[in-house]
């Protein structure tokens, strides 16, 4: 296990680097200043959020991705690791939003956790639960909000895994996730969430009777628990003086937790819920979090589009009603546009389109997809092969913060 701490200052960064025989650290300078540093995350944290709507934002997100800046902050780590060791990163100011583990191919091969400090992480670790993992709250697809296209699904993911609770639809509220928590092991939501930068600690997640904040999160007692906000932009914070960090993740590890996985963009759903479907099985296994994590995210990088569709074809039976129905098919269009499938997208649309459904958003989708289908129709042929999730975009969003077991 190697420790990697970083600092950024007006004139370049220092990486403090330690491993379990190191007596002190070792010293890294590098000449990147806080500036340069701070207005490349802006611009690559702005293309992460803008990649659902623009094509070419994922090619943007590669290139700033293998930017020599970036490149020469996590070589140096790299090159300390050795076969199969496993890294804690304590990133500093904007860094803390950069998915680090995905930069260049540096860190390839080994499992990353990070941390807000190394002071907060001997906290973590103090809160470790004893024993394996057996007991599972699950928070998911809660009443009231926009509905999630696999919400079913996630709610299925730890059951037959973990001994498992359920809260969903207008049983996902803010008191029963208070008095059931207690007894978890592993809390999972999966749920819209809210970064409100002007007032971090109000920013939080969507359930049935509203807002579940990070002032809330701060009340609960969740020593022992490993939590897992399966929702967009929960690991995303506000830095005040002294790099202290205002949000979920500073309330959910002040709360207790020992590690807490959140998200740093707006997440792709279908992915997402993939993600976790390996991550609970390794878990499940004994693997330590932070080595389901990275066996998850390796798996996904190499999912093909035949994956995809075989998985969404595993799920349609837990769709109720047309709603999600429709859902599901715009899912699959989306999948063979990917794929080159134009002809299978085009039906797919047409079939989510004849679906009754109130919600607009959805017959958009159908009906942008549709047209783009139609207007690359036999150009060339489907490849089902296709790794339809390589790109950081979908696998990187999701980071360990706080203890590895």
């Known amino acids: 296990m190697l420790l990697a701490e970083y600092f950024l200052t007006d004139s370049q960064a220092v990486i403090m680097i330690a491993g379990p025989e190191d007596t002190e650290p070792e ?35 590669s290139e700033l991705l293998h930017d020599p800046l970036l490149a020469d902050l996590v070589e140096p780590v790299a090159d300390r690791l050795g076969p199969g060791d496993r890294v804690w990163l304590v990133p500093h100011d904007a860094l803390h939003r950069v998915p680090l583990h995905a930069v260049g191919s540096g860190l390839d091969g080994h499992s990353v956790a990070y941390a807000p400090s190394a002071s907060v992480l001997r906290h973590c670790r103090n809160n470790r639960g004893g024993g394996r993992r057996r007991q599972a709250l699950v928070v998911s697809d809660p009443a009231g909000g926009p509905a999630l296209t696999v919400g079913a699904a996630q709610a299925e993911l730890l059951t037959g895994l973990f001994k498992t609770e359920t809260l969903s639809g207008e049983d996902a509220i803010g008191d029963a996730l ?84 959140v ?26 979090a932070i080595d389901a994590l990275r066996s998850a995210q390796e798996r996904l990088r190499v999912t093909t589009a035949g994956d995809v569709l075989a998985y969404l074809a595993s799920v349609q039976a837990m769709a109720t009603g047309s709603h999600a129905a429709a859902r599901l098919l715009v899912a699959e269009a989306r999948i063979r546009l990917m794929a080159g499938d134009f002809t299978g997208a085009a039906a797919a649309c047409e079939a989510a389109l004849r679906t009754p459904t109130e919600q607009p958003a959805v017959r958009r989708s159908a009906q942008g997809i549709r047209q783009r289908a139609l207007l690359h129709h036999g150009q060339a042929s489907p490849d089902f092969d296709r790794m339809v999730y390589a790109h950081p975009y979908y696998w990187a969003a999701f980071v360990l913060i706080g203890d590895w077991y």
Request: with cysteine.
């Open 27 to 61: 010293l890294v300078t590098v000449p990147h200043t806080l500036v340069r540093v701070r207005a490349l995350v802006e611009k690559l944290s702005g293309t992460f959020e803008s990649a659902p709507r623009r094509a070419e934002a994922l090619e943007e997100a």
């Open 178 to 261: 208070a008095r059931r928590v207690g007894a978890a092991d592993i809390l999972h939501i999966s749920a819209h969430g809210v970064f409100d930068a002007a007032a971090p600690m109000r920013s939080g997640v969507m359930l049935a009777d509203g807002l579940f904040t990070a002032e809330r999160f701060l009340k609960l007692g969740l020593s022992g628990t490993l939590v897992v906000l399966a929702a967009c932009r929960t690991g995303v914070a506000a830095v005040r003086p002294g790099d202290e960090l205002l949000g979920l993740v500073r309330s959910v590890l002040h709360a207790g937790a020992p590690a807490v996985l």
């Open 263 to 288: 998200s740093l963009w707006t997440v792709d759903e279908l992915a997402t819920t993939m993600l976790f479907r390996q991550f609970y099985e390794r878990l499940a296994s004994g693997e330590p």
